[in-house]
């Protein structure tokens, strides 16, 4: 199983952002979720991954389930090589285009 997500737009201003962000991650363990996808924008434009590396990575570490994220148009160089968000993430970060092979789908980020 799949869930995906985009649009999470974490912000120090909005703190009910990370706090539906781990409602998400609850969800996954629960539905017993293989991956989740995330579509682009996980942090706002104003916002540095640096504000909530610490905080998000023991969401995306430790999992029954992977996660994959396409950045979006607000966090694009958020992910940057020396970034680490947890063990269990993975960004689709190569231009114009990445694809990864999950099961027996095939995922492209552009």
Request: aromatic share 8%.
């Amino acid at each position: 199983m799949i869930i995906n997500t985009a649009d999470v737009h974490l912000s120090k201003d909005h703190p009910e952002r990370l706090d539906a962000l781990e409602e998400i991650v609850e969800m996954c363990e629960d539905k017993e979720a293989d991956l989740l996808l995330i579509s682009g924008d996980l942090f706002d434009r104003n916002t540095g991954p640096d504000d909530f590396e610490t905080d998000i990575r023991p969401l995306f570490s430790d999992n029954s389930f992977h996660t994959l994220v396409i950045p979006g148009n607000h966090d694009e160089s958020a992910f940057r090589e020396e970034s680490y968000f947890g063990s269990d993430i993975e960004q689709l970060t190569d231009t114009p285009f990445e694809s990864r092979k999950y099961q027996d789908l095939r995922i492209t980020g552009v």
